[in-house]
């Protein structure tokens, strides 16, 4: 016999709980976009020259021949260049920028629950921290918001960790810490070491990555071949642990979500 009952309805993350992340994918789609359109771009370039001369060939008026011939010559060999090195520009921009978007998404989430969820402020690490009123008492609603957020940071001495484990820090007092795969955690690690040197060593390895990640097996000094392997796990794992960061707050408000969490630790061989 079948049950005419209707199901009870499972419960679901409010809206404000959950924009944040679905920014971090917006953003994030884009820059994919942006870089693979690039790579096509560049790599089209190269057959130009070709069309110039085919032009030429079949139509005696062309004018300007020689000049745009020389002009787009020059632009299939920068394009080879970069193809032959692996689009490191390109694929080094995109990785400071994704890093980007995930540190502004758990500020962002932090944020919405400071808004939305007032036991929050109860919470000890929260409730301690000291404010300059001065400076407090001239900022929007909005952001006092991001100015607690700062402080929360700072508190929790985020800005001294490496990778997830500063976001990890921040999480902690709003209940939305967890349980990571080993390997996810060392590329995220790797992720935000990479993104380190790009931006402040212009680029090239430093002693600092080299020390923190041997297995990268790179020289000192030498320029960071950020290649579209490389950005792929990158990326990979940033979607692989904000995935785990919804399952958390999807948690929260009573929805299970054991599948996914199983599904991100099974990717990375962990149990």
């Known amino acids: 016999m079948t049950s005419d009952a209707p199901k009870e309805k499972k419960p679901a993350a ?6 944040a992340f679905h ?12 870089v693979w359109l690039s790579v096509q771009g560049i790599s089209g370039l190269r057959g130009i020259p070709n069309i110039f001369q ?32 692996g689009f490191p520009l390109l694929f ?17 989430a932090l944020v919405a629950w ?32 991001y100015y607690v957020a700062e402080l929360i940071e700072s508190e929790t001495a985020a800005g001294l960790r490496n990778g997830i484990e500063r976001f990890e820090a921040m999480l902690k007092p709003f209940r939305l810490e967890g349980a990571v795969p080993a390997q996810l955690r060392r590329d995220m690690f790797e992720f935000g070491q990479i993104r380190n040197a790009i931006v402040h060593r212009g680029g090239r390895t430093d002693r600092q990555l080299t020390n923190s990640c041997p297995w990268l097996n ?4 030498s320029d960071l071949p950020i290649g579209r392997e490389q950005f792929n796990r990158y990326r990979r794992a940033t ?17 299970d979500t ?9 990717e990375y061989g962990a149990a």
């Open 92 to 108: 080094g921009n995109a990785t400071v920028t994704l890093w980007s978007y995930l540190e502004s998404m758990v500020r962002a």
């Open 54 to 85: 085919v032009l030429a060939e079949v139509d005696e008026k062309l004018p300007d021949h020689d000049e745009q011939l020389a002009s787009a010559r020059k632009q299939a060999d920068l394009a080879q260049k970069e193809i032959d090195l």
């Open 239 to 255: 979607h692989n642990y904000v995935l785990l960061l919804i399952c958390r707050v999807g948690e929260q408000f009573g929805r």
């Open 114 to 145: 400071l808004k939305n969820d007032l036991s929050v402020w109860q919470v000890d690490t929260i409730a301690r921290l000291r404010v300059r009123l001065g400076e407090y008492e001239q900022l929007s609603p909005e952001e006092r918001l």
């Open 23 to 34: 920014l971090f994918f917006e953003q994030a789609e884009r820059l994919e976009n942006v």
């Open 218 to 221: 790179l020289s000192l000094g």
């Open 14 to 19: 409010p809206q404000w709980a959950l924009a």
């Open 258 to 266: 054991t599948q996914h969490r199983q599904a991100v630790f099974a």
